[in-house]
């Protein structure tokens, strides 16, 4: 049967770091079922989920402290289960907007309002072309609820990005 580990690391962003990380996880046997790794600013950032029977698992959590020190990155480790199968029908939500604190609180507190999950979210931000104002683009991945109404929920989505001022859409996810 296999065991499941969640890998969040944080470490300066040098070449190869993030082979260091992916090697590792194959020598110890497991092997990488998703992952998602970006550079922010001059910082490597992961999290990733390994899968592999529970001897491999334990291998990877007793070695990958000592190479992250050696690295100098932070982890944190967690074990999980695979998710179970959801009756949820998934949808992309784009939002792009004048960068202003607490968007994302407003956006994501609307969805928690309508017990909607959110499975995945990226927020950038960049200087507009004309006018150089900061420009935040919102890309969020939700799962509905075959219960649910997804023409209300629309209707509900674009009377909040009309009154906050956001340009919002949502479309379904083709399998």
Known sequence: MASY?????IAPNT????????SLVTYCGCNIIESKMKAMGNTFSLVLMAEGEWNAVAKLEHILPQKASALGMTTM??????AESKQELPYRIKIIALDNPGITKEIT???????INIQEMSCNTYPAQQTGAMIGAIKLTIGINTDQSVSKIKDKFNDFCATTNLDGTMDPIAQ
Request: glycine content about 4%.
């Open 15 to 22: 070449p190869g770091i993030a082979h260091e990380v992916t």
């Open 77 to 82: 480790m967690q074990r999980t289960d695979k």
């Open 109 to 115: 507190n609307f969805f928690a309002k309508l017990n």
């Open 5 to 9: 580990l969640i890998i969040s690391a």
